[in-house]
């Protein structure tokens, strides 16, 4: 089953949705395919956007490589920065209909599932690691009730059925500005930025120590 025998992390990124022409989550993702990060190679996937077939897909890379980090990643347009997903409820709520033309509507992602689950990633240091990059992060806690959010759900709860040596969780970008400047105000990231910021991830998520115990809570 394991065909690579090297430490390795598997990154993905989604295809473009909702009538824009890229999505910048892939667009960053595949120039990391073939990178070696501190000894660890980086593979990577594009998900259909799609509630019906973007589990499946993620289920045959992670059996494909057997990655000891996955991080999924997709554009969140209108957000300002990158944006390290705390959590993932069961909930499907499609604001649009996604690529194959579904648009569930207050649905569970896994009918026996539990409300949420909460990422395994250590978001404290990523966080920080960013800063100290000089790259915009912050911590969110709310995926949306898209494609998005569902994914994360199944990775998260298919690490805790099966693979529970994994750590997995979800980020989420901005627009590209070639993006923005198709809707007036939106804030945007370029790619090259985007690219970084996706390398310290990987390096704050392969570094194996625990969390930080400093506070991103909000009030509101
Ligand atoms: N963003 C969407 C789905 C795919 C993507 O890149 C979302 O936030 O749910």
């Given at each position: 089953?394991?065909?690579?025998?090297?430490?390795?992390?598997?990154?993905?990124?989604?295809?473009?949705?909702?009538?824009?022409?890229?999505?910048?989550?892939?667009?960053?993702?595949?120039?990391?395919?073939?990178?070696?990060?501190?000894?660890?190679?980086?593979?990577?996937?594009?998900?259909?956007?799609?509630?019906?077939?973007?589990?499946?897909?993620?289920?045959?890379?992670?059996?494909?490589?057997?990655?000891?980090?996955?991080?999924?990643?997709?554009?969140?347009?209108?957000?300002?920065?990158?944006?390290?997903?705390?959590?993932?409820?069961?909930?499907?709520?499609?604001?649009?209909?996604?690529n194959a033309g579904a648009q569930p509507i207050?649905?569970?992602?896994?009918?026996?599932?539990?409300?949420?689950?909460?990422?395994?990633?250590?978001?404290?240091?990523?966080?920080?690691?960013?800063?100290?990059?000089?790259?915009?992060?912050?911590?969110?806690?709310?995926?949306?009730?898209?494609?998005?959010?569902?994914?994360?759900?199944?990775?998260?709860?298919?690490?805790?059925?099966?693979?529970?040596?994994?750590?997995?969780?979800?980020?989420?970008?901005?627009?590209?500005?070639?993006?923005?400047?198709?809707?007036?105000?939106?804030?945007?990231?370029?790619?090259?930025?985007?690219?970084?910021?996706?390398?310290v991830i990987v390096t704050a998520a392969i570094?194996?120590?625990?969390?930080?115990?400093?506070?991103?809570?909000?009030?509101?």
């Amino acid at each position: 089953m394991t065909n690579s025998v090297k430490p390795c992390v598997l990154i993905t990124g989604f295809a473009p949705f909702g009538g824009e022409k890229i999505n910048p989550s892939w667009q960053a993702v595949q120039a990391l395919e073939g990178l070696n990060i501190d000894g660890f190679a980086i593979h990577t996937k594009e998900l259909p956007c799609e509630f019906d077939t973007s589990i499946s897909v993620l289920q045959g890379a992670i059996n494909k490589y057997s990655p000891h980090v996955v991080l999924c990643i997709g554009q969140a347009g209108g957000r300002a920065d990158i944006s390290i997903e705390r959590v993932a409820i069961n909930v499907n709520d499609a604001r649009i209909a996604d690529n194959a033309g579904a648009q569930p509507i207050d649905t569970p992602v896994v009918a026996t599932g539990p409300a949420a689950y909460f990422t395994n990633l250590p978001i404290k240091r990523i966080q920080q690691a960013l800063h100290q990059s000089d790259i915009p992060a912050s911590i969110s806690n709310t995926a949306g009730t898209y494609v998005c959010n569902h994914i994360m759900y199944g990775l998260m709860h298919e690490i805790t059925l099966h693979h529970q040596n994994i750590k997995g969780g979800f980020v989420h970008i901005p627009y590209l500005p070639s993006q923005a400047v198709h809707h007036n105000g939106a804030p945007s990231m370029s790619q090259e930025t985007v690219i970084s910021a996706l390398k310290v991830i990987v390096t704050a998520a392969i570094s194996n120590k625990t969390d930080l115990k400093v506070t991103a809570g909000t009030t509101h």
